[in-house]
């Protein structure tokens, strides 16, 4: 399959072009030319599978004619080692916990995916020269990608990350890692360090000096394989009989997660509609209403891993419906809620039904409340383990949640990190040191 750039200006790529450049020459994000449909016996026996052969149907069709079918059942099944369950929270809402991965968070399974694949293709390459993964961070993605791509040969990872905007303990998952991962600390926002990533591989020096590919979303290795998610709840829903007008609510910031669940839509997935529940990020809800797309200066929000003030897939959403509003509105409406309501959110949640809610998935449980309609079952996507933000947690719901053994882990490494400006000029005459 070839993939084709959002802005239509550079030429096709195929698969591992797309998977090792990371974003298109002409700045555009790679979509894939066709998305296949699956099967409607799929469906109908989705729910006797388990979620290893669920994801392998899934990665098949984006994937299968570009990859050998046992190096992709390989791919798949060491990426999902863990499980994702569908819990209900009240009598027509669900959550769909994808916090059982590495570092209790849904982008475990992108970023496994994609370091799986992307080493694949660099085996294929005899002798080929160091692949340097650039990732811009707003919490979760940089320590996803770390631990996904840790230890693995031929690969070097740079997380960039906003300082002082990121928890304490999602800044101990990627900083006192060492080996082949490298922690930079930006004296800015995510923006900016989103900008840094992307000027880097519009450098053309820096692209003769090294070779560059991104793990944030905007790589279609890293997007695509959270659809095997939203597959997985509805055989879950299916099971419990609940599997009709299913809406899904997806807590968003850089919209990567939201438009892999969109893929799988198209691909025949049975979902009525989603919605994306925005944090005071507020730029996509004002476009669902307005059209006009107006990216702003992200705000620094309680739900951290949402201040995205430029979200990079809506360019893919955008081309996915033919830019039109009409389209696009008719299949995701949004929400959008101040720190206050956040926490309101979370507090009345745990007093009413007893879970605990992280801040980024009390925005898709609150959204879900409020937009629901009668006859649908609601999957909102609890994103992270509320562990990882435990002094807002704690300091919300006064109480003391207990940190996971795996979080403890982290915790008790020694912080190694590179402090930096967000002028580019910095940036590129460091990795032209490498």
Known sequence: MKYYSTNQVAPHATLEEAVVRGLAPDKGLYMPEIIKQLPKDFFDHIETLSFQEIAYRVADAFFGDDVEPDALKQI?????????????????????ELFHGPTLAFKDVGA????????????????????????????????????????????????LYPKGKVSKIQECQFTTLGQNITAIEIDGVFDDCQALVKSAFMDEELNRHIKLTSANSINVARFLPQAFYYFYAYAQ????????????CVPSGNFGNITAGIFGNEMGLPVKRFIAANNANDIFYQYLKSGKYEPKPSKQTIANAMDVGNPSNFARIYDLFGGSHERITSRISGATYTDAQIMETMRQCHKDTGYTLDPHGACG???????????????????AHPAKFKEKVDAILNGNIQIPERLANFMRGRKQSIEMSKDFNDFKDFLMKV
């Open 365 to 383: 449980y609150r959204a879900l409340k409020e937009l629901l309609q009668p006859g649908e079952t609601g999957v909102f996507l609890e994103t």
């Open 76 to 96: 798949v099944y060491d990426t999902l080692a863990f499980d994702a369950p569908v819990v209900k929270v009240e009598d027509n809402i669900y959550s769909l």
């Open 237 to 248: 829903l299916k099971k419990l009989g609940r599997q009709h007008e299913v809406v899904i």
């Open 112 to 159: 496994r995916f994609m370091a799986r694949l992307l080493q694949h293709f660099i085996k294929k390459e005899a002798g080929g020269q160091t692949v340097n993964v650039l990732v811009a961070t707003s919490g979760d993605t940089g320590s996803a990608v770390a631990n996904g791509f840790l230890g693995v040969d031929g690969i070097h990872v740079y997380v």
